[in-house]
Structure formats: C-alpha cells, structure tokens
C-alpha cells in the first residue's frame, strides 16, 4: 500500500477501471479514451482579500464529451489539487452513465478553505471563478454545468448563475448554466436531500434482495438495522435521516472533531442542533464520547455509510471494519487495497458512482426543468386531481361505501414537483441497483460490485462512442 502522500486518487480510479475493462470486450483503443481526462483546465487568478492580494488556483475538468453537456460538482476544499479534480471528474462520467444521465463527467475544484472566509469574500472568488470558466466556455447550459459539491452549496451556485446570467443576457436556457441552485433561483424540489435519499434507495434495494443478505448475515429489509454515517454534511445528514425514518437505528456519528456512539440510535437532526449550540458532536446527551473521529469507523454496526471525503478506509483499518454493509456515500472514500481486504472478507461494498449518483440524477432533473421552463407538475397536477375524484365518485356509487378522509386524500392526491422528483429518483436508483447486480451474478468471475459497475458504465460509455461513429 502506497503512503498517504503517494496515493493518486486518479491512479486509484484508472485502476478499477482497468479491472473492469478485462469483463469487456472494448478495443483498447476505446478504453484509453473512455479512460482520460479530455481536457483540463487550472487556473490562478488574483482576489483582495481585506489588505492583501490572494492567488487562488482552482480547476475545471471535463473527463469526458461522449455526451453534452459535462456535468459535475465544485468543491472548495483544501485538498483539491489537480488529481483529486481528475479523479472526481472521471468518477461523473461514469456515474452519470451508469444512471442513465446523458451527460459527461466533469469536476470542479478551488484550493481554499471556505471557513476562513466572510462570505463576502467567498462571493466574491466563486464570481471571479465563474468568469474564468465562461472566458474558456467551460461552462454553460450545453457544455458544462457544475453543481454542489464538498464545500459549496445552494448559495454558490445561485452566486455563479448570476454571474453567468449577466455575462450572458438573453440567454435563454441560461438558468441551466449550473445545477442545485436554490428553489427560487431556477432549483429543483427534492435536489437538497437527493443524494443522502439516493443513498437510502440504493441501500435500501439491495438490502431487499435475500440472497445478498444471506451472504451478509443478515435479515432482509431496513428495518432495525444498526448503521454509522461519517460525516454531518449535506449527504450524510440526510442520508442518517432517511435511514432513521425507515426504520434503521442510528448508532454512529462522526464529524471531523470527534464522533459519538449509542447502541440505542441517534436522532440526528438533535445532534445537528446540539452541534450548533456546542460547537462540537461530543457530549450529546446519552452517547459515549470518541475522541478521534476515525475510530467510530470500526464500531460495530451492520452498514457503515462513509459521507465525508476520499481514502478514509484503506490498507490500514480496512481489516478493523466490522460492517457488513459499506455504502459510499462520499466518492472515493475507499482504497483499491481497501477494496481487496472487503473481498476476502465477504464484506459487501456498495460503490460511489452508483450509491451517490442521486445527486446528479435529480440535477439532471433540474436541468430538464430549466429547459423547459416550466415546474414539474404544473400541468398535469389538477387534471390528476380531477380523474381522480370522478373515478372515486363512479367507486362509492356503485359499492354504495365512503372512502374515509385520509385515503381519499392519499387517492385524490396528483403528483406535484417534489413527488416526481422522488419517484423519478426511486426509479433510477432501483433500475441502476437491478443492472449491476444482475450483471454481477451473470459473471462469477466479477470480484465485486464495484467491478460489475464500471463494466456497466464502460459499456454503456463505449456504446455511446460507437454510436457517434467515432469507433466504427
Ligand atoms: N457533486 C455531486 C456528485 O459528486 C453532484 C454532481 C452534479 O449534480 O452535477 O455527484
């Protein structure tokens, strides 16, 4: 195992790329190209921040162009260098295929610590970001269209509609420059807790299947489940409250400060609360106190949804995990050699591009909308509601009974915008779950489910390259 200074995310990306495209039968050719990154993009440009000038480096790549736009989140962080971008950009293009998103991937990152700055100051560099990404049009609603990411959230990308909005006056499908932008600024219902929900239907479908528990230990189902989440961001908190309301139990969390444990589950919007009030997770009422964050990783627990950053599990405390379940909610948080440990040890590893991917999905919905513009809903809502009182009524004529109230609410109900986002979301989660295990099962020399996903998304990425007529 390489040390933590050596480790090239993007080598770690390349290399179950590469164990993948053995299941193929791809020209190596193909598989070069599916596998670079088409073009990348770093950047300086100078901010005044209070007296002095700051030079920020930040980066835009785009892995792949076998469909348009390339779509991928921008992430401010310390971290970000340029193989973390490639690798996260690479991980989008197969993501997006492997969901059936039409677009290709692509990642974004600045060099900075966004908790240093005012947010006066951090408009300002996610503005002046923006104009170096449209100067190169590497962004716009039929190229690149960047999204949240670790770091960034709705505010930022209403900051970079505007100043792609003002840039560009009169652009008509505009407001598709970017993606998870807030309800009133062109955003989608449902976007927020899309990937923590993407995670809880992912999981959810697998632990449904009976012959993947059995081998797991375990019962089907959610319910009672004993499950840890890292990380408190936007994917983790609502991937702990998705869990919770199925009927999961909560009885792990860990922040970069520190985590807590109660075998008799958390209810994570009161930690949240608390760490708000305290500054800190620690001391939440009824937990026991773990003192160095990492170390709730290895507690007993029968999922472990890692929903933080990359390489959090790797050579070291692989072989401490006690989870039977691992879901990705982060991207990248497991190393390939992670990766081998899971598999000797039976362990099932469900993969980021595929578990995290309903983020992108439902972006993909907002992008829709925005090109459309028009709310999801708005047209067919009342015509739903109206059917369906006539039918109720034909209903309690002919069998002389009532429907009581709250059935015929549930009945009467037409889907509104953040009902179709849900479902359309389910759906996709549920589809993507089906192919890859099924491709999973049909070769018994495929490793693992990370493997059968990228021969998915290698396929699926191939074709589209052939039906362009690029590769006869
Ligand atoms: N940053 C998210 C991801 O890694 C979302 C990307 C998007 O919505 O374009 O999947």
């Keep these: ?211 993947l528990m059995q081998k797991a230990g375990l019962d089907t189902g959610i319910k009672g489940k004993r499950v840890i989440v890292q990380g408190l961001g936007n994917v983790g908190y609502h991937a702990a409250k998705f869990f919770r309301e199925g009927g999961a139990i909560i009885v792990g969390l860990a922040e970069f400060e520190g985590a807590i444990y109660n075998p008799t589950g958390l209810n994570e919007e009161e930690v949240v609360k608390h760490r708000k009030k305290e500054g800190t997770i620690l001391n939440f009422p009824g937990a026991e106190n773990i003192l160095y964050s990492a170390d709730a990783l290895e507690r007993e627990c029968d999922i472990l949804i890692p929903a933080a950053l990359e390489n959090v599990i790797n050579g070291e405390n692989a072989s401490r995990i006690k989870a039977k379940i691992i879901g990705e909610a982060a991207n990248g948080p497991l190393t390939p050699d992670a990766d081998e440990i899971f598999i000797k040890k039976g362990v099932l590893v469900v993969p980021d591009m595929y578990l995290n991917a309903g983020g992108v999905t439902v972006s993909y919905f907002e992008w829709l909308k925005n090109l459309s513009h028009v709310r999801y809903g708005r047209m067919e809502k009342r015509f739903t509601e109206n059917q369906n009182s006539i039918i109720l009524e034909q209903i309690e004529q002919l069998t002389g009974k009532q429907v009581r109230a709250a059935e015929r609410q549930l009945i009467m109900h037409g889907a509104d915008e953040a009902d179709l986002v849900y479902s359309g979301l389910e759906e996709t989660m549920i589809g993507a779950t089906r192919e890859i295990i099924d491709v999973w099962k049909s070769n018994p020399e495929i490793p693992d489910m990370r493997t059968a996903a990228y021969v998915v998304a290698i396929n699926k990425v191939g074709t589209s390259y052939s039906e362009l007529g690029i590769f006869p």
């Design 1 to 211: 195992m390489s040390t933590q200074t050596e480790y090239s995310f993007f080598d770690a990306v390349s290399a179950s790329f590469d164990k993948a495209a053995k299941f193929t039968a791809w020209d190596p050719g193909i598989l070069e190209q599916i596998k670079q990154c088409n073009s990348v993009y770093r950047m300086f440009f100078p901010v005044r921040i209070g007296d002095k000038i700051e030079v920020i480096k930040a980066y835009r790549v785009q892995h792949s162009h076998h469909k348009t736009p390339c779509k991928g989140g921008i992430r401010f962080a310390t971290s970000v260098n340029l193989d973390e971008v490639m690798a996260l950009a690479a991980l989008m293009t197969y993501k997006c295929a492997i969901v059936n998103v039409p677009f290709g991937g692509a990642k974004g990152g600045i060099n900075i610590d966004p908790k240093k700055y005012t947010p006066y100051e951090l408009e300002k560099i996610t503005r002046r970001y923006t104009h170096e990404l449209i100067k190169k049009n590497f962004i716009g609603p039929g190229t690149d269209v960047p999204a949240p990411d670790y770091g960034t959230g709705e505010r930022e990308m209403s900051w970079i509609l505007d100043t792609y909005m003002s840039m560009r006056p009169g652009e008509i499908d505009g407001l598709g420059c970017v993606t998870g932008k807030p309800v009133s600024q062109g955003g989608v219902r449902g976007r927020r807790e899309a990937t923590g929900l993407g995670v809880f239907y992912g999981i959810k479908e697998i632990c449904s299947m009976p012959d």
